[in-house]
């Protein structure tokens, strides 16, 4: 069942020339946690802000729960929305401590107040912490209160911008899977706006994309990375490589070798071959359909980024694991088990 809906929600901030966000519709399902990605300005933040209240949309439609928060010019307020929100800089009260900061937004006795804020916050795992202030906490911890604070209410849904955006890459790892463990232990339904997309890869049941303000596609992430809507949508999940191609009745000439495929007699003129590096496959043996001359190979520690290229110095890059070598080696073999077909025109 949907819990949240929008239909062709416009939004255009004065003095603005183009909208922050066109036509934008979708459906979020109850529990689950939905990543909105997209470039800096794409929209993601005003996307949040319609939804939480806190910016009016020029038209459209939006629905929390089965009720209309937002038809034309009349909408639910904010604070009557039962929306949290986790900013990017956690925006925890310095001068309350911890305890205190859950407390604030709660409504209820002394009593029931004092143990939902107890209980919310051993649900992130932060028991012991009840009397500190937020400044004597790590960056992963004051994100642990934020994100307490914002559900102790018990929204109906749960909006977080940018909530990985301030913490360094290790840690970053270990704390997205936690959150993602809380949330779906509360099974609260959650949006989070990244610009990363390993964040929205690894995290999100669903994942959609935002382009100056449009929708672009919203799936699962395994569709959105092997079956982009669009070469926008394609490059935002990592670069692809394009080669040029000739077809033929069996296959596709190209700079790097023929390759067959009998799908090729479908096009007439030139087209581009796109694939990503793990589309390749590096292979020892000769006879292999396709070969490049090694320009660079680039260590990763968990795999290895191989530049091959044409006979005109055109470059793709295939990855493969950390173990192979390449000693001694001036050519490399490799065929493609996927790649996209686009006209050239
Ligand atoms: P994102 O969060 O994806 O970076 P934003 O939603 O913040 O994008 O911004 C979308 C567009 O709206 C951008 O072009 C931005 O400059 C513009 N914008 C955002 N907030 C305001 C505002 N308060 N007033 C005017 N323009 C704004
Ligand atoms: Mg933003």
């Known amino acids: 069942m949907s819990i949240l809906s929008l239909q062709q929600v416009n939004k255009k901030y004065n003095q603005a020339i183009d909208f922050a966000i066109n036509d934008v519709s979708f459906e979020v399902e109850e529990g689950e946690i939905l990543a909105l990605v997209g470039e800096s300005g794409s929209g993601k933040t005003t996307l949040l802000r319609l939804i939480a209240g ?4 020029d038209s459209g439609i939006i629905s929390l729960s089965g009720q209309k928060i937002v038809e034309g010019k009349r909408s639910v307020p904010a604070h009557e929305r039962q929306v949290g929100m986790v900013f990017q800089d956690y925006a925890l009260f310095p001068h309350l401590t911890i305890l205190d900061n859950i407390k604030f937004g709660l409504k209820g ?4 107040v004092e143990r939902v804020a107890k209980d919310t916050l051993r649900l992130v795992g932060l028991k012991e912490d009840y009397t500190k202030y937020p400044h004597q906490l790590s960056g992963g911890q004051q994100q642990r209160v934020a994100l ?3 559900i102790a209410p018990n929204p109906k849904i749960l909006l977080m911008d940018e909530p990985f955006s301030n913490l360094d890459a290790m840690l970053k790892d270990q704390i997205r899977e936690e959150i993602r463990q809380i949330i779906k232990k509360t099974g609260i339904t959650a949006i989070f706006v990244t610009h ?4 929205a890869l690894s995290t999100a049941d669903r994942i959609a994309i935002l382009h100056k303000g449009f929708l672009q596609q919203i799936d699962i992430p395994k569709v959105l990375y092997e079956n982009p809507v669009n070469p926008y949508v394609a490059n935002f999940f990592g670069k692809r490589n394009e080669m040029e191609a000739i077809p033929t009745e069996d296959g596709y000439h190209t700079t790097f070798g023929f390759i067959s495929d009998s799908e090729a007699k479908k096009h007439k003129n030139k087209v581009k071959l796109l694939f990503r590096p793990e589309h390749g496959e590096v292979v020892q043996r000769d006879g292999q359909q396709l070969s490049g001359k090694i320009v660079k190979i680039s260590y990763f520690g968990s795999h290895q980024m191989v530049k091959l290229a044409d006979d005109e110095g055109k470059r793709v890059t295939i990855r493969t694991n950390p173990g192979r070598s390449f000693e001694g080696m001036d050519r490399a073999q490799f065929f493609l088990w996927k790649y996209d077909v686009e006209e050239a025109y």
């Not at 806190?54 to 949309?57: A, F, I, N, Q």
């Not at 006795?109 to 029931?112: G, I, P, R």
């Open 196 to 199: 990363d997309t390993k964040d």
């Open 148 to 150: 307490a604070r914002a």
């Open 54 to 57: 806190l910016e009016h949309p």
């Open 109 to 112: 006795s002394n009593q029931e």
